[in-house]
T-cell receptor
Framework: QQQVKQSPQSLIVQKGGISIINCAYE??????FPWYQQFPGKGPALLIA?????SEKKEGRFTISFNKSAKQFSLHIMDSQPGDSATYFC???????????FGTGTRLKVLA | SAVISQKPSRDICQRGTSLTIQCQVD?????MFWYRQQPGQSLTLIAT?????????ESGFVIDKFPISRPNLTFSTLTVSNMSPEDSSIYLC???????????FGSGTRLTVV
């Protein structure tokens, strides 16, 4: 119940295309769902996050879609650029807790 | 968000030795976290470090192997003791400034044990 399943493990997208990464969770107590972006040699950086009271959140080219009934959420990167090439982690956190459960990561490569 | 300085950024160590990793934050934080990221893997929480109290370790991690110090609200150290090649990982320091904020991570320490 504490797992967050992330797919795909790796993704190759053409420049200008849409990158989609999916995550699924079991624990209905989770109420905060962030996405992190990690470049080689760097620590993960918070990209965007959502709470389950909304179904979608958009920040620039990055959108989180959230399906509470299906217990799934996804990251969409519109107009993907080579600079978006990185590893992306989804995570989930429960109400009142500081602990995150991270997904297994998706290595994205955007071809120029 | 907080700015975290972590050092060393990388090290190559002999098995059986110990390495201490330092984490400095530019603001006072109650809780600091230490994560391990094995090659190509996700992030695993090692322990939570509160100032003035013993660190709280996650299942699979013990104080004898990963002693942590937290002498004040801006600094912490993680020691990887009696290292073996299986300890080769990236070790990350992190802080969270409140329940509504995401974690901020340091750049990590890439440890290779030979």
């Amino acid at each position: 119940q504490q797992q967050v399943k992330q797919s795909p493990q790796s993704l190759i997208v053409q420049k200008g295309g849409i990158s989609i990464i999916n995550c699924a969770y079991e624990n209905t107590a989770f109420d905060y769902f962030p996405w992190y972006q990690q470049f080689p040699g760097k620590g993960p950086a918070l990209l965007i996050a959502i709470r389950p009271d909304v179904s979608e959140k958009k920040e620039g080219r990055f959108t989180i879609s959230f399906n509470k009934s299906a217990k799934q959420f996804s990251l969409h990167i519109m107009d993907s650029q080579p600079g978006d090439s990185a590893t992306y982690f989804c995570a989930a956190s429960g109400s009142g807790t500081y602990k995150y459960i991270f997904g297994t990561g998706t290595r994205l490569k955007v071809l120029a | 968000s907080a700015v975290i300085s972590q050092k060393p950024s990388r090290d190559i160590c002999q098995r059986g030795t110990s390495l201490t990793i330092q984490c400095q934050v530019d603001s006072q934080v109650t809780m600091m976290f230490w994560y391990r990221q094995q090659p190509g893997q996700s992030l695993t929480l090692i322990a939570t470090a509160n100032q003035g109290s013993e660190a709280t370790y996650e299942s699979g991690f013990v104080i004898d192997k990963f002693p942590i110090s937290r002498p004040n609200l801006t600094f912490s150290t993680l020691t990887v003791s009696n290292m073996s090649p299986e300890d080769s990982s990236i070790y990350l320091c992190s802080v969270r400034t409140g329940l509504n904020y995401g974690y901020t991570f340091g750049s990590g320490t890439r440890l290779t044990v030979v």
